[in-house]
């Protein structure tokens, strides 16, 4: 299974913007690949929440981080992105990376499950 080493998190305010980064450990082409954030607050478990088709780039958002979320990847770099506007503290967590080609759909990407986490990033929203 692919790993990610994610990077990117911090301390942001609310109403402000971070942008997250991770890349496949080993670095490889992500062709062919759904990805995915998933973010894990205190507490409760892995939640999908931007992911991408593997074909055409397709995109699924959770409703809400709809409109304020953006997915986008670099395959050849091996390397999947987050751009968090609009911040709120209900958004703290830690962030996590995925990758799969036995996943097909970004909505089903989203909801899936059994992947290998790295350590993640953390995101902490507050004033």
């Known amino acids: 299974q692919l790993q990610f080493v994610e990077s990117g998190g911090g301390l942001g305010q609310p109403g402000g913007s971070l942008r997250l980064s991770c890349v496949s450990s080993?670095?490889?082409?992500?062709?062919?690949?759904?990805v995915g954030w998933f973010r894990r607050a205190p507490g409760q478990g892995h939640e999908g929440v931007s992911c991408m088709r593997g074909t055409d780039g397709t995109t699924y958002y959770e409703d809400s981080v709809k409109g304020r979320f953006t997915i986008s990847r670099d395959n050849a770099k091996g390397t999947v992105y987050l751009q968090i506007n609009s911040l709120k503290p209900e958004d703290t967590a830690v962030y996590y990376c995925?990758?799969?080609?036995?996943?097909?759909?970004?909505?089903?990407?989203?909801?899936?499950?059994?992947?290998?986490w790295g350590q993640g990033t953390q995101v902490t929203v507050s004033s």
């Open positions: 995925a990758a799969t080609r036995r996943v097909t759909d970004a909505q089903d990407m989203c909801h899936a499950s059994g992947f290998l």
């Open positions: 080993p670095p490889l082409s992500l062709d062919y690949y759904s």
